[in-house]
């Protein structure tokens, strides 16, 4: 079936992918398709695979046994012109200008090392590095260094731009900007895959997850269907305490101060609603909230994934 | 395969330009001039002590006379046999009691005296530390019997110079043949901590991930060996500019004292070029693939004397192929691609015929991209934890 979407525009697919370093299943039968075009997220606690598996997309390490296929090459490296990289460990040669390691970059992945100047030297404009463009990588800031390596990584136009926790080391003003450029990059038609434990850049930025725990993908689809797993949640606050009207709620329902929380029943508001009233509940206040993507990474990887997991990224 | 040389290509000038335009490369290209200081500085005072030590001195006590002739004698020996290898004679004057001023004599430590020669010509009497069969005893005895015996008219001895004869052809070939292979051996072996330490710059700054994921890893592999190799050719011109320049001025005839290779000269030079390249880019690949395997440089620093004794050896099984190239060990070191290029450029000092070199270069070439791509598999594997996990047969079995 994975295959069959090959035509319709995959970009990047995975197959039973399986991944054992020594006694450990680092990946265990992992199955993804990311569509062409979209901003796609892997979302997990650290450890839970995503580098591993970003790592055999490219072709950096094959895995121990599955297949994968990138813009249509069974062997990764086959398609690495049209691909960009970001890798969790930032490096860069600390000798090297910044202009000089956006085209080594480039050139890397078949850009001339001509154009690849050029090229550096409008990217770095638009970023505000220009009076970095001849300096070297030592005398960079972290940041600096980062936005260089990311510029280095789209300098040749990819279709595919993979990054691996791009937003870890940066500050709130850089995370802003990188998800600017992330957008503005999949507007121009590349497929963006990216790796992050922060939920909260995932539900901004992606059109699909694929939530990962303990090497196995725990969900894979759009974010809402995500979402959609859960039921929504009632916060209800009445005048009486108790009465007929308490027959309308699950008992699964928890107080929460004044409030009441519970899942909206099966046959949704309006039942509920009249039975409240009916009941004599006399409603304060009746609320029903969409859950979040935390609350429904929560429900498919469970708390303890959860806990691992930021809801915001550390800024710098 | 376009693509491969050309990603090879982007690694090699990244890494040549960042060897050679870097400050250090300055004190590459003067490497050789401290072991050559240090040879020079060391062998002098080697040289030195070894002839204030080794040459053992006598003392002749004898009438002025006897001394006279028994000097002319040494000098007529000398010239056949050279001075150094001659013992050397202190005259003294007989004293009264000869037998103290012998003591004294032997007792004496400016010049050092290792025996006394006292009496006559016609009774010469020597004691000392020394006995009959000795060495110095037995110059003694030629000294004192050509001092003795008149001088008897001999025919004169008519010497017709030729350019070389079979038997000293052969020996200076092999000297030309051994000074290539010394020359080879050197230069690689002080490439060889280099290309130890050529990865660790990649790991150290995690920049492997990027280059991975976009070339083949034997494309960089490739890359990094022809940078240094490029990079060490432009250092061999510097120090073959500088080294037959400095020959020049300090030897008689020069580079031209050396034999004519059996090859010729510029036959020779090409190939010692070519053997120098293979011979680099054999060890290197060896050495990339053990030093990809080290995550920091104290590793590359462990790493470095075992390879650098593999070298010796390496260098000393070539060695036997000089002045025999066609016995079974020269063949066998001729066959072993590690000490194949040392072997073979000896060859083309001693023996002529261009196809033993070209099947030699052909079987080189192939062992290069063998090493190679087991390198980069091997760093695939190790490094970067790639490929489908293999089972020992032990564990195979064990799960059968």
Redesign the interface.
């Known amino acids: 079936m994975l295959r069959q979407a090959q035509h319709q525009g995959i970009a990047v697919e995975a197959t039973d992918l399986v991944k054992?370093?020594g006694e450990t299943r680092a990946v265990d039968g992992v199955s993804l398709a990311v569509p062409a075009g979209s901003i796609y997220g892997l979302l997990g606690p650290n450890g839970a695979g995503k580098t591993t598996i970003l790592?055999i997309l490219?072709?950096?390490?094959?895995?121990?046994?599955g297949t994968r296929r990138v813009l249509g090459h069974e062997r990764p490296?086959e398609a690495?012109r049209e691909?960009g990289?970001l890798?969790e460990?930032?490096?860069?040669?600390?000798?090297m200008t910044a202009r000089e390691a956006i085209a080594?970059?480039g050139?890397?992945?078949?850009l001339p090392l001509r154009e690849g100047r050029q090229r550096a030297d409008v990217l770095l404009k638009q970023h505000n590095l220009s009076d970095w463009a001849r300096k070297p990588i030592r005398n960079l800031s972290k940041g600096m260094a980062q936005t260089v390596?990311l510029l280095?990584t789209m300098v040749h136009k990819p279709r595919l731009i993979v990054l691996d926790e791009p937003f870890a080391g940066l500050d709130a003003i850089n995370q802003g900007r990188l998800e600017d450029l992330i957008r503005s990059e999949a507007r121009e038609g590349a497929t963006i895959i990216f790796s992050t434990h922060v939920i909260a850049h995932a539900e901004r930025l992606c059109e699909r997850i694929a939530i990962i725990a303990k090497g196995k993908v725990a969900f894979e689809g759009r974010v809402d269907e995500a979402r959609g797993r859960l039921r929504p949640i009632v916060r209800l606050r009445t005048r009486a305490d108790d009465g007929p009207w308490r027959s309308a709620i699950p008992q699964s329902a928890r107080r929460e101060g004044d409030e009441w929380v519970f899942e909206l029943p099966e046959g949704g508001p309006e039942p509920l609603l009249k039975a409240l009233i009916d009941g004599g509940a006399g409603i304060e206040t009746l609320a029903i909230e969409r859950p979040g993507l935390h609350d429904a990474f929560v429900a498919i990887a469970g708390n303890s994934a959860a806990a691992e997991m930021t809801t915001a990224e550390p800024v710098e | 395969m376009m693509r491969f040389i050309r990603s090879a290509f982007v690694i090699a000038r990244r890494d040549f330009a960042a060897t050679v335009l870097s400050k250090t490369f300055l004190f590459f290209l003067l490497g050789p001039l401290f072991p050559l200081l240090l040879g020079g500085a060391f062998g002098s005072i080697g040289a030195r002590v070894a002839s204030r030590t080794e040459r053992p001195v006598v003392a002749v006590v004898m009438p002025s006379n006897s001394t006279a002739r028994i000097a002319a004698a040494r000098e007529r020996l000398a010239g056949a046999i050279g001075q150094d290898a001659l013992v050397t004679l202190v005259y003294y004057a007989p004293q009264r009691d000869l037998a103290a001023q012998q003591k004294r004599l032997l007792a004496s430590g400016g010049p050092p005296i290792r025996a006394v020669l006292t009496g006559s010509l016609g009774n010469p009497h020597l004691a000392g530390d020394i006995g009959a069969d000795d060495p110095t005893a037995r110059q003694i005895d030629l000294i004192l019997r050509d001092a003795v015996t008149p001088s008897l008219p001999a025919p004169p001895l008519h010497v017709s110079p030729a350019d070389a004869s079979s038997g000293s052809l052969a020996k200076d070939r092999a000297l030309t043949g051994q000074i290539g292979q010394v020359a080879l051996f050197f230069l690689t072996l002080m490439l060889s901590t280099m290309v130890l330490s050529q990865l660790i710059e990649e790991k150290s700054n995690k920049i492997i991930e990027v280059i991975a994921a976009a070339i083949p890893i034997d494309a960089m592999f490739v890359g990094k060996l022809f940078a240094m190799l490029a990079a060490s050719v432009l250092g061999l011109v510097v120090w073959i500019g500088g080294g037959a320049f400095l020959i020049q001025l300090i030897s008689r005839g020069g580079v031209q004292t050396l034999a004519v290779p059996a090859i010729g000269w510029p036959g020779f030079l090409a190939l010692a070029v070519l053997y120098f390249g293979m011979n680099y880019l054999l060890l290197g690949a060896v050495f990339m693939t053990i030093g990809a395997q080290a995550s920091t440089a104290r590793e590359v620093q462990t790493m470095s004397m075992p390879v650098t004794f593999g070298q010796v050896l390496i260098f000393g099984f070539a060695s036997t192929a000089i002045g025999s190239p066609d016995t079974p060990e020269a063949l066998a070191a001729a066959i072993f691609p590690l000490s194949s290029p040392m072997v073979m450029l000896a060859r083309a000092a001693e023996q002529p015929g261009w196809w033993p070199h070209v099947a030699a270069l052909a079987w080189q070439a192939l062992w290069v991209t063998l090493i190679l791509r087991l390198g980069a598999r091997l760093f695939r594997k190790t490094v970067l934890k790639s490929g489908p996990r293999t089972r020992g047969w032990w564990r195979r079995k064990a799960a059968v």
């Open positions: 054992e370093f790592r490219l072709g950096i390490i094959d895995p121990s046994s490296l690495a691909v990289y890798p460990e930032r490096g860069l040669y600390p000798a080594f970059v050139a890397l992945r078949g390596q280095g």
